[in-house]
């Protein structure tokens, strides 16, 4: 079976560095995604990994580890925008993409 | 390019009539995903399609929905007969290729809102 765990809520201020951590256990791996969903909206695509280390885009990074079946988000210099709910969804070796309950965050001024 | 076009953005109807939800997937992507997303039980997949041709319908909750994909830019997802318990967001994603490593990134469509009285 699947299982991926994310804290289901967090808060944080605006202009501060926030991490949003994602655990799996999966048959098989073939890549972790971060989505980012605001509130009545669709998911949008945040990041990507497939291989152990940091990806860099921006204010966002995403790490994993396979060894250890971990992953982050890190988002720095929040913004009120980045109020919203975090995905983190695994393929495993079925080629589904699955997705977490996610973390919403809320950025206070 | 207009994105993943779904219809309609809202649907109200009553226990036992069918529903017919529908998607437009965008040009040249060759993969779409069926996902229903309710706060209890987040975002789940329901069926997927590479090719226009169902690859894992497990997510399926039962017989009552059904998924066609009769050409590469549309598809339905059907529920007959309807049930409150149906009630959720029912979003359609597509993707370039599916596996596909940075490729298999989805874009969803704004969804539809069903609510099953």
């Known amino acids: 079976g699947q299982n991926i765990d994310q804290p289901t809520e967090m808060t944080a201020t605006e202009g501060a560095i926030v991490q949003i951590n994602c655990t799996y256990q999966?048959?098989?791996?073939?890549?972790l995604f971060w989505y980012q969903q605001h509130a009545g909206e669709a998911p949008t695509f945040l990041s990507y990994n497939v291989l152990d280390g940091l990806e860099e885009k921006g204010r966002f990074s995403s790490f994993l580890s396979r060894s250890k079946g971990y992953s982050y988000l890190l988002l720095k210099e929040l913004q009120m925008k980045d109020s919203a709910s975090y995905l983190c969804?695994?393929?495993?070796?079925?080629?589904?993409?699955?997705f977490g309950q996610g973390t919403t965050l809320q950025v206070k001024p | 390019d207009a994105g993943v076009i779904q219809s309609p953005r809202h649907e109200v109807t009553e226990m036992g009539q069918e529903v017919t939800l529908r998607c437009k997937p965008i040009s040249g992507h060759n993969s779409l995903f069926w996902y229903r997303q309710t706060m209890m039980r987040g975002l789940e997949l329901l069926i997927y399609f590479n090719n226009n041709v169902p690859i894992d319908d497990s997510g399926m909750p039962e017989d009552r929905f059904s998924a066609k994909m009769p050409n590469a830019s549309f598809s339905t997802l059907k529920i007959q007969p309807s049930e409150p318990r149906d009630s959720a967001v029912y979003f359609c994603a597509s993707s370039l290729s599916w596996p596909g490593g940075r490729n298999e990134k989805l874009f969803f469509g704004s969804g539809t809102q069903l609510s099953v009285l």
């Open positions: 969804a695994v393929v495993g070796n079925t080629g589904k993409l699955i």
């Open positions: 999966t048959s098989g791996f073939n890549g």
